[in-house]
């Protein structure tokens, strides 16, 4: 399948943009382009949420409402990165973020749907 590493985590101040990025290994061979890409974040005692996703050739970034206008997903087939950039960050936004990886497009916050994940990077806002 392939293996995901997040980096690009930290403490940062409210207010600040963030890039994190997410380094994949395709040992199997398959090329990473083939997969959709979703990031997702856990808040402090709350459920694992999603918050982006992009198709194989990313040209279809889809974000929830939550999120949408400071988050930015991209990729970089030739190099095998995912990106997420935050925006205008919160105190919110605060929370444990991860990358994965998923075979279809579409129902993009069903985090039974992806079959690889990274381990996550923390980014802890401070206002």
């Known amino acids: 399948q392939v293996r995901l590493v997040e980096s690009g985590g930290g403490l940062v101040q409210a207010g600040d943009s963030l890039t994190l990025s997410c380094a994949a290994n395709?040992?199997?061979?398959?090329?990473?382009?083939?997969?959709?890409m979703g990031w997702f974040r856990r808040q402090p005692g709350k459920e694992r949420d999603f918050v982006a996703a992009i198709s194989g050739n990313g040209k279809n970034p889809y974000y929830p409402g939550s999120v949408k206008g400071r988050f930015t997903i991209s990729r970089d087939n030739a190099k095998d990165i995912l990106y997420l950039r935050i925006d205008n960050l919160r105190p919110e936004d605060t929370a444990e973020y991860y990358c994965?990886?998923?075979?279809?497009?579409?129902?993009?916050?069903?985090?039974?749907?992806?079959?690889?994940w990274g381990q996550g990077t923390q980014v802890t806002v401070s206002s």
């Open positions: 395709t040992y199997s061979g398959r090329a990473f382009s083939t997969y959709t």
């Open positions: 994965a990886a998923k075979n279809f497009w579409g129902r993009h916050s069903n985090d039974a749907d992806y079959l690889s």
